[in-house]
């Protein structure tokens, strides 16, 4: 859209992001918490792209789809938290209206691409170990392919999100009760007629997160299923372990993601959602690169050699 037609499409010409509430002594330590956590984020997620890409062992399947991860977690870490920390540290916590679509933009094309992922992360895992004689040569021609689709549908599919609430009208209020710029806390800032975009946002997080949650979660059933028939008692501790761990990470983003955007939405969620989002927006890029990754013995060595 150009200049004018902006003008000419709402009174609002920015957004001020509420976050998590107000005073200097809180903002330094959001400050100091946020920061640290997206250091670590960045660096570990590094830490596993470098070493995939420089070490032939790791030139696999499972190991194309973890740097697939880690490129994403870093992208999605940076579209928020940079400025949340920009906030807290000038406290200044407008943001244009052209600046809060663009974030949104990116927020929900990364997150759709990051169910797709995981769910085909867990398919490639069920491949290695209930159909392990065909997993080398259907994973090593499908690949680039469903690695492509993951992130071409993540972006596809939240474009049509963003056009909707982009064509809304915004008169004011103009702050928004989140830390990033979200759908349905813009939403309700419109005063537009806002049931059809609230309906088809709700379905299109449905379809992004439902299926992949659905497939991953049947993957790992599968995974401990054969895992439960392993004769070595120590092969079936490790493997459980690896499966629980992994699971308890994708149910919380999925979970938290479903609950955000899918669930029946009421005035008092508002604060509770917050909290939601904290655990796929801040939280999973951090834990991802050590649960799926770093704890791994192939990464370990490579690490040890680099």
């Not at 640290?36 to 660096?43: D, L, N, P």
């Not at 490639?124 to 997993?135: F, I, N």
């Not at 997080?205 to 991953?216: K, M, Y």
């Not at 459980?240 to 029946?264: A, D, E, G, M, R």
């Amino acid at each position: 859209m150009t200049k004018l037609e902006w003008k000419n499409k709402t009174a609002v010409t920015e957004f001020i992001l509420l976050g998590f509430g107000n005073g200097p002594e809180l903002d330094s330590l959001l400050f100091l918490i946020f920061l640290a956590i997206y250091i670590m984020t960045v660096t570990g997620n590094i830490i596993i792209i470098v070493l995939v890409v420089a070490n032939e062992p790791l030139h696999t399947p499972m190991y194309f789809f973890l740097g697939n991860l880690a490129c994403l977690e870093i992208c999605y870490s940076s579209n928020i938290l940079p400025r949340m920390l920009l906030s807290y540290l000038s406290g200044d916590r407008s943001i244009s209206v052209i600046g809060c679509f663009t974030q949104y933009y990116f927020f929900g094309c990364l997150a759709a691409a990051e169910c797709y992922l995981l769910a085909v992360m867990s398919y490639d895992r069920y491949l290695a170990v209930c159909k392990p004689l065909h997993y080398l040569s259907c994973m090593n021609k499908l690949r680039l392919q469903l690695g492509a689709a993951s992130w071409m549908s993540g972006f596809l599919s939240n474009s049509i999100l963003t056009y909707l609430i982009s064509n809304l009208d915004f008169c004011g209020p103009n702050e928004i009760e989140h830390f990033f710029c979200d759908s349905f806390p813009m939403i309700k800032l419109s005063c537009s007629d806002t049931h059809a975009a609230g309906l088809v946002t709700s379905f299109v997080a449905g379809v992004c997160s439902l299926p992949p949650f659905l497939l991953t979660f049947s993957s790992y059933l599968y995974i401990i299923i054969t895992v439960m028939i392993i004769p070595s008692a120590a092969g079936r501790k490790k493997a459980f372990s690896t499966c629980s761990s992994h699971l308890i990470v994708v149910i919380l983003f999925y979970w938290s993601i479903l609950t955000v955007y899918v669930l029946p939405h009421h005035g008092s969620q508002i604060s509770l959602n917050k909290v939601f989002s904290v655990f796929y927006t801040i939280l999973t890029p951090l834990v991802n690169p050590l649960i799926y990754s770093l704890r791994n013995k192939e990464v370990k060595e490579a690490l040890q050699k680099q």
